[in-house]
């Protein structure tokens, strides 16, 4: 089973702005679909579900035409979405019941995700004597974190086997950020196929195999992220000594991205710059401190490559 | 249009119904139908009831008679029981002053008023003067003037000394007609003469009410729709719902359950208030009889059968389809609740023209009788869900030309359910500025449905 968009293009009118993208899931897991606002990533996610057409391209998921409205198929959109004024229980069987859940089943997953996101008292508020709720149960009264959660019930009610998550964690306090974490990382023990788009780079480093870097609707970089990573090598070296070394870091030509009163965060060509300086540390006995080389994080990987596409510009 | 398109549309159609019978809106405003349909025939009899209290609906008690005319053997005990108008009603020959007996008739305590026959220039005066007080009514007046003058047009007959036969040809009726040169007689030898289609003014009135009514009721379920949709829209529940169904089926689901939910109320309406005239007639009062009979036209109770009734809801069915379709569409250009009105404008003027057409073929129809114009009404799509069902009730749709208007409704239907798949996709998650009509055909014209 695996998800395939191949040579995928939409315009509007002459506005190309999904342009011939191509990405492959091949196995379970998380898939980050990464751009700038405008990227074309919410077009994709919305091209993959079935809603828009597109100019030219595939969709396919086991080789045959991606179908979302007959496929186990979850969205959690960027924009949450609720009725404001129906109760929630009221929508969140209509969720279900558009996903073909039956209605006990739908009751029972209900029960089991309200209690599991700590929204039961909104869901299934307490009656008074009279018969009345006790707490509103309808989502315009509602927090925006906990009408995410009433949100990521409905996109998880049909226990789908693909889930888009769209922006997931913004706007959602730590103790919900992590609650969350906890759900999407059992979703993926479950060996389900996620995608997931955000701005949160270290939540995308955090959860995602594989991504693809968007701009303006065009692929700047896609793969495997700790092959990417690879690719770029260990560049990036902090180092802490207990003098001043600005005067070796000069000589040798290295770029010093960042410097604080203790630290130095160094741009180093390749690895043998970095053990260059560090011999010569030693040599001038120079105590050094810290000495840290790694790879670039994905943050840094973003805004280098959507950084030179408008620079070139 | 592919059925694909529209599979799903039971769950929305569920769902759209239950939240809209369960809403505040709907339970207020079905109470409230439903108290005026059970109240309406009560008050009216209650109303006629207190008119006609006391013996009639004249409730003068004596009349001043003061003739000064030749006619003299004026028959007022014809007058002075009529039933259900006059009870025990005196005339009182008068040989006293007039400026005498008005000023009694402003201190008496008792309804009564002066008539002074007279004549002027070859006309008789029936006039009639009451008191101050304002206990005798104008409506009253007007009705004794009425009963008053068709005995003295009596007594005038007798007085002139004309028989029966001679008042017969006096009496006859002159009509005109029309006929064309070499038309003027069938192969069956009959006369061809142009008949009188035109209708009345209680007719009119009536075709004007049903006109009004059902744009009331098409713009309140058309508007209904639209809301949900641009609502919809502007809170995103719009993509947690296409991920499960097609948009056409969101419009599908949504124009049927607000149909139904449009009948339910108006059935509702119709058989309480038939429940509430027939208890209200039994039981209330036996005087005035059947209150619908005693103000509708006869004609229009006579057809007011089961086929008619069946057919004036199908009719009234397809047109809020077509309206509703047609406010869903300018519905979804818009992306917010504050655009909806300016993207209503379509609907709008759609609906009004549709109306305005029925409401002037209906005054042409009073005036003219059948005519080319009332046809163009019954059978064009945007005027023939309001006019059709009153024409119908009143007998002047014939069954072809009922057939020719379903038939051409439901394929403006069609051609709008066309319309609306190709360019509803795009439009329903629009966002941004609100698309223009001329943006809409252009998107039908590029749209490449299915190649998803």
Not at chain 1, 81 to 110: C, H, M, T
Not at chain 1, 123 to 143: C, D, H, I, Y
Request: charged fraction near 20%.
């Amino acid at each position: 089973m695996a998800l395939s968009v191949q040579n995928l293009t939409k315009k509007y009118g002459e506005k190309v702005v999904v342009d011939n993208l191509s990405f492959e899931m091949n196995k379970p897991g998380v898939f980050a679909l990464l751009g700038t606002n405008g990227a074309g990533k919410t077009t994709t996610i919305r091209i993959i579900l079935g809603m828009l057409s597109y100019n030219s391209g595939k969709v396919l998921w086991d080789g045959k035409p991606f179908d979302a409205i007959n496929m186990s198929v979850g969205y959690l959109a960027e924009e949450r979405g609720l009725y404001p004024k129906y109760s929630l229980l009221d929508q969140l069987l209509y969720f279900a019941k558009l996903r073909n859940v039956p209605k006990k089943e739908a009751i029972k997953r209900i029960k089991y995700w309200s209690e599991r996101l700590l929204v039961e008292e909104y869901v299934f508020p307490p009656k008074t004597r009279r018969g009345r709720n006790t707490k509103s149960n309808r989502a315009e009264q509602l927090s925006k974190g906990n009408q995410q959660k009433i949100q990521l019930m409905a996109a998880l009610l049909a226990d789908p086997q693909f889930l888009i998550l769209d922006e997931p964690l913004s706007g959602l306090d730590p103790v919900n950020t992590d609650l969350f974490k906890q759900i999407i990382r059992e979703e993926i023990a479950k060996e389900k196929y996620l995608i997931m788009s955000s701005h949160q780079m270290p939540t995308i480093e955090e959860f995602c195999s594989d991504i693809v870097i968007l701009d303006r609707g065009k692929t700047v970089l896609q793969g495997n992220l700790n092959e990417i990573k690879k690719d770029y090598g260990r560049v990036n070296l902090f180092i802490k000594a207990d003098k001043d070394i600005n005067e070796h870091i000069s000589q040798l030509g290295i770029k010093i991205q960042n410097k604080t009163p203790s630290e130095y965060h160094l741009k180093v060509q390749n690895e043998e710059q970095a053990m260059a300086l560090l011999s010569k540390l030693i040599e001038e006995k120079i105590p050094v401190v810290k000495f840290e080389l790694r790879e670039p994080s994905l943050h840094e990987i973003f805004v280098e490559k959507v950084g030179n596409v408008h620079e070139d510009e | 249009m592919k059925m694909s398109n529209i599979s799903g549309w039971k769950d929305v159609f569920n769902f759209t119904l239950v939240q809209t019978l369960k809403s505040k809106a709907f339970i207020i405003g079905y109470i409230i139908f439903v108290i005026f349909s059970l109240l309406i025939f009560p008050v009216m009899n209650y109303v006629l009831d207190k008119d006609t209290e006391d013996g009639g609906l004249i409730k003068i008690k004596s009349v001043h008679v003061f003739n000064e005319t030749e006619i003299k053997n004026i028959d007022f005990d014809k007058i002075s029981n009529l039933e259900n108008v006059v009870n025990d009603l005196k005339f009182i020959p008068e040989d006293r002053n007039y400026e005498d007996v008005l000023e009694e008739i402003e201190t008496e305590k008792e309804p009564s008023v002066a008539l002074k026959i007279s004549k002027d220039e070859g006309t008789y005066i029936l006039h009639f003067t009451k008191s101050t007080g304002g206990i005798v009514k104008n409506a009253e007046l007007e009705l004794l003037g009425n009963a008053v003058k068709e005995s003295f047009e009596r007594a005038i007959i007798d007085y002139a000394d004309i028989s029966d036969a001679q008042l017969k040809v006096v009496k006859s009726q002159v009509t005109s007609r029309i006929s064309t040169v070499g038309k003027e007689i069938d192969s069956e030898g009959n006369e061809i003469v142009v008949e009188d289609t035109s209708i009345s003014y209680n007719d009119y009135w009536f075709l004007y009410g049903v006109i009004f009514a059902l744009l009331m009721i098409t713009i309140m379920a058309s508007s209904k729709i639209a809301t949900s949709i641009v609502m919809e829209k502007s809170s995103k529940v719009i993509e947690q719902l296409l991920i499960s169904v097609k948009p056409l089926a969101i419009v599908v689901g949504k124009t049927l359950a607000t149909l139904v939910a449009v009948l339910i109320q108006f059935i509702s309406i119709i058989v309480l208030a038939f429940v509430s005239n027939k208890i209200t007639s039994n039981a209330m009062s036996q005087q005035n009889g059947n209150v619908i009979e005693n103000y509708i036209n006869p004609e229009i109770v006579n057809n007011l059968g089961v086929d008619n009734i069946l057919i004036c809801l199908i009719i009234m069915a397809l047109g809020i389809i077509f309206y509703s379709t047609l406010a869903a569409l300018a519905g979804s250009t818009a992306s917010r609740v504050e655009e909806m009105g300016e993207s209503l404008s379509l609907f709008t003027i759609a609906s009004l023209i549709g109306a305005y057409i029925g409401m002037g073929a209906a005054g042409s129809l009073m005036g003219m009788g059948d005519n080319p114009f009332v046809y163009f009404a019954l059978i064009f799509p945007l005027s023939s869900p309001f006019i059709l069902p009153g024409a119908v009730l009143l007998g002047k749709s014939s069954i072809l030309i009922t057939i020719i208007s379903v038939i051409l409704l439901i394929i403006s239907i069609i051609l709008l359910f066309n319309f609306t798949a190709k360019v509803y996709e795009t439009l329903i998650l629009h966002t941004g500025n609100r698309i223009k009509i001329k943006e809409l055909f252009k998107m039908a014209k590029n749209s490449k449905e299915g190649q998803i």
